[in-house]
């Protein structure tokens, strides 16, 4: 093993002679106590407690005209498994290759992290300790004018001799193509289509595609960002169902000083009417991107149209952000929660308010490697939310956390 190991030193020593090698670590390790997170408790529930962790070893390669990155991340819940027992738990989080065709023309296969804009359709999800990533072919062209780039994708769970069955939960295809411009010194422009395909259940020769179209526009003035993000879905949805469907997120953000910025904003997807119900799917989906950061960080609606049971959503935000010194920061968030459409129970269709949600985070970064979280968070539901959630809203619904990261540089 000692001879294995100092191989591998001089290998990299070798390959830093002629180009740019890199080993690095992220270590995250998270203890939660949970007593409402994610659906509101009943009377008779304890509270959950854990620590869960996440260890990653990055490679970084850089040589001419060639960038390699292999990321290896292990996820456990601490005391999962038995002692004196080795399991193997090894996973590949990223492993892909980047070849530049020309200056300004890049081409990256492999298993890769996919991400734009604020992350809200396509992102790396960092808060789950699995993270989020995309065996794909990527395609990026940087201009004067701005910046374009394209994917696309097509999983299979084995090599098979014959046919393309896929039964994993996942889209079998996905393509897509994303532009982003500057309109003038304060305005900032993208665009960007996506075509994700999902095998029929039981005929893998049909294949159901759904289009999203998302348009970004934001703009600076002064102290001032203002933010709309309108998305449009149609096609059909991983069963077959015709689907039209809508989304808006729009917000302004005020930057007072460098220590506190505010942001005052709404976000809404569509949802069914169950007064007038019909064969047409109504409730959007935002397809792969961060759910933690957006709706509370009690994740009640993470997974949408089915956290709100296809009735839709309308969250109104304000949240804050406070720089004490360089290295404390605190978060003060509220959310409400609103169905966007009707939503029968009994016969009846409830009151669209579900509730309200407070979270607070703080941060403290030791160094620049180092940084440790606390946050804590509450949950004020309704009767309409323990429908649509479970649970009793007579409970009291909080959730807090407290976390160390830790990414060093060995190499």
């Known amino acids: 093993m000692k001879k294995v190991a100092a191989f591998i030193v001089l290998v990299m020593v070798g390959f ?29 529930e304890e509270a959950a407690v854990f620590v869960g962790q996440r260890s990653r070893l990055i490679l970084d390669f850089n040589t001419d005209r060639v960038t390699t990155k292999v990321s290896f991340q292990d996820v456990r819940v601490w005391g999962q498994d038995v002692q004196r027992v080795q399991r ?10 980047q070849l530049a065709l020309t200056d300004s ?67 079998k295809s996905l393509n897509y193509i994303h532009y982003r411009t500057r309109l003038g010194d304060n305005i900032t422009l993208s665009l960007m289509g996506v075509a994700d395909g999902f095998q029929h259940p039981t005929n893998p020769e049909l294949l159901y595609v ?19 993000n309108p998305a449009f879905q149609h ?22 000083n460098p220590e506190v910025t505010s942001m ?13 119900p019909d064969a047409i799917e109504n409730g959007f989906d935002f397809l792969y991107g961060a759910a933690h950061s957006f709706l509370g960080y009690m994740d009640y609606f993470t997974r949408m149209p089915h956290d709100a049971l296809g009735a839709g959503l309308i969250s109104p ?40 949600e407070i979270d607070a985070k ?36 909080h959730w807090a956390f407290v976390m160390l990261r830790f990414r060093p540089r060995f190499l």
Do not use: C
């Open 16 to 44: 830093s002679a002629f180009s740019q090698f890199s080993l690095s670590g992220d270590v995250l390790i998270r203890s939660e106590y949970r007593h409402g997170y994610r659906e509101l408790p009943m009377p008779e």
């Open 88 to 97: 193997p738990a090894l996973d590949l989080h990223e492993a892909w290759v």
């Open 235 to 256: 096609g059909r949805t991983n069963i077959g169902t015709e689907i039209n469907a809508w989304y808006l997120n729009t917000s302004v953000t005020a930057r007072f």
């Open 317 to 356: 935000h304000l949240r804050s952000e406070f720089r004490f010194t360089p290295r404390t920061r605190l978060d003060l968030d509220l959310h409400l929660f609103f169905l966007q459409n009707n939503f029968v129970h009994q016969g009846n269709a409830i009151n669209k308010f579900l509730g309200t």
């Open 362 to 397: 703080f941060y403290y970064s030791f160094n620049d490697i180092t940084q440790l979280a606390f946050g804590y968070s509450a949950m004020f539901g309704t009767e309409s939310m323990e429908i649509i959630k479970g649970g009793r809203n007579e409970e009291f619904a």
């Open 105 to 171: 023309l890049f081409v990256r296969a492999g298993r890769q992290e996919i991400r734009f804009e604020n992350q809200r359709f396509f992102g790396i999800n960092d808060w789950i300790f699995p993270g989020q990533k995309h065996d794909a072919l990527t395609l990026r062209h940087i201009g004067r004018r701005g910046e374009l780039q394209a994917g696309a994708a097509f999983n299979q769970s084995a090599m098979f001799l014959f046919g393309t069955d896929y039964r994993i939960h996942n889209y």
């Open 210 to 228: 759904r289009g999203t179209w998302i348009p970004t526009l934001e703009i600076r003035s002064g102290k001032l960002t203002f933010n709309i």
């Open 264 to 276: 005052l904003g709404v976000e809404i997807f569509s949802g069914n009417n169950a007064l007038e």
